[in-house]
């Protein structure tokens, strides 16, 4: 049986110009039953903002940067379980229970999705293979795999470090020092426009590049901007 404590998920959406993804972001959410969705906008210029009010999502307008944005969604959600999702990111469906019953296990502390990227070729399969063998065997998963974990969790870490880049990473290191981080069987598809903007071999160095760089003590806001001038926003 699944503790009712944590069976409320709050759905959490930072975007910046996704005006082209949110609407399928947002539609398997729809009709979920105990599921609240939050998109926390970091000042779009496109229809992001109009899109999320006609779907009747709350929206919440937050300074811009993931980290920052997603800890606005936090502060705006109501749920037991957090769920944190990119909005060019897909979930699939019976990601509610796959969610919970997750979570029910007590030496789990949080958890994320199978990486599935939607697009073509034997570059993207094996990047999803190999980013799916990181987070099972390392307990390694990365945002634009739908972390999860319960609120309480969340908050006595401190929620995500509002630092430009790497937050995902950084809480994920955290949360592993106290308890297990599960990867669910089931995969989410995330947009292949950041390995079709640079190639799939480029991309994958660059974001090695950053991972060391990061180790090494450089500032994440010095590696953001390196990493945003070679491979552009988003």
């Known amino acids: 049986m699944i503790d009712p404590k ?5 759905v959490i959406i930072p975007t910046f110009n996704e ?6 972001t947002l539609a398997p959410l729809r009709a979920v039953v105990g599921v609240e969705v939050i998109v926390a906008d970091g000042g779009s210029t496109d ?27 936090v502060a705006m959600a109501s749920g037991a379980i957090l ?16 969610v919970r019953s997750c979570l029910a296990r007590p030496d789990v502390v949080a958890g994320a999705f199978r990486l599935g990227i939607a697009g073509k070729g034997q570059g993207l399969r094996l990047v999803e293979r190999l980013a ?5 065997w390392f307990g390694m998963p990365y945002g634009d795999q739908a972390l999860f ?14 630092q430009a880049i790497m937050e995902d990473f950084e809480l994920v290191r955290r ?9 669910v069987a089931l995969a989410v598809q995330t947009s292949a426009r950041r390995w079709q903007r640079l190639g799939v071999v480029r991309t994958t160095l660059l974001n090695q590049l950053v991972i060391l760089g990061y180790f090494l003590g450089v500032a994440p806001a010095r590696l953001a901007g390196w990493y945003r001038g070679v491979a552009g926003p988003g």
Not at 6 to 10: D, F, K, L, N, Q
């Open 149 to 162: 974990m319960r609120r309480e969790t969340f908050v006595t870490l401190g929620g995500f470090p509002e």
């Open 47 to 73: 229809a992001t903002a109009t899109l999320a009010e006609a779907a009747g999502v709350r929206l919440v307008a937050a300074p811009p940067g993931r980290a920052r944005q997603q800890n606005a969604g």
């Open 175 to 183: 949360l592993r020092k106290r308890g297990r981080v599960e990867l």
């Open 6 to 10: 944590i069976s409320t998920i709050s």
């Open 19 to 24: 005006a082209t993804n949110l609407a399928a």
């Open 83 to 98: 769920l944190f999702l990119h909005g060019d990111t897909v979930l699939p469906e019976g990601f509610a229970k796959a």
């Open 132 to 136: 799916n063998w990181r987070s099972r």
